[in-house]
């Protein structure tokens, strides 16, 4: 995963979408936006990635999601429920869920924009798709060992968390 291109500027600003339209102008991602969300592309190790930022003006809040490729049958949810319990108790910021209506896997995040201070940071936007990309990244195959390996989520978090050591 490489670093994301940035231009830090701290803002006031009245629509934060603005500042995550630029960070995706500045990484040259395929991206749309409507009034209150910014969708846009990114390609993984893994698959391919729906990053989606939703702002809610009235709770001064942008949600932050990192979709997955992918749906979650209906027979795997209690282990990828089971999964996810693992995961998010590890997690220092975001979480991971099901948008179970559709059953997307996701990792999510909201920052609470605070106008009176010192505003939002481009890099604080950029850090939050960082942590959110890398942790999609590193943890995408202990939910692939789960939904298509047969293994439990104990199992598959096992594997997927083990740490190589040196070179081949």
Not at 112 to 124: F, M, P, R
């Amino acid at each position: 995963m490489s670093t994301l291109v940035i231009r830090d500027s701290v803002q006031r600003v009245s629509d934060p979408l603005d500042l995550v339209e630029e960070l995706a102008i500045a990484n040259d991602w395929t991206f749309e936006r409507q009034e209150e969300e910014l969708t846009a592309a990114v390609e993984g190790g893994y698959c391919e990635y729906q990053l989606r930022f939703f702002w809610r003006e009235d709770e001064r809040v942008l949600q932050f999601a990192c979709v997955f490729d992918g749906r979650v049958p209906e027979a795997k949810r209690g282990a990828i429920y089971e999964t996810l319990a693992l995961i998010n108790e590890r997690l220092w910021i975001g979480h991971f869920d099901i948008w179970c209506d559709e059953g997307l896997l996701m990792f999510r995040h909201a920052t609470i924009v605070d106008d009176e201070t010192a505003g939002l940071s481009s890099n604080q936007i950029a850090a939050v798709v960082e942590a959110g990309l890398g942790e999609c990244e590193r943890l995408y195959p202990a939910f692939q060992f789960v939904l298509w390996a047969g293994k439990t989520p104990r199992e598959a978090l096992a594997a997927a968390m083990l740490e190589t050591q040196g070179e081949a």
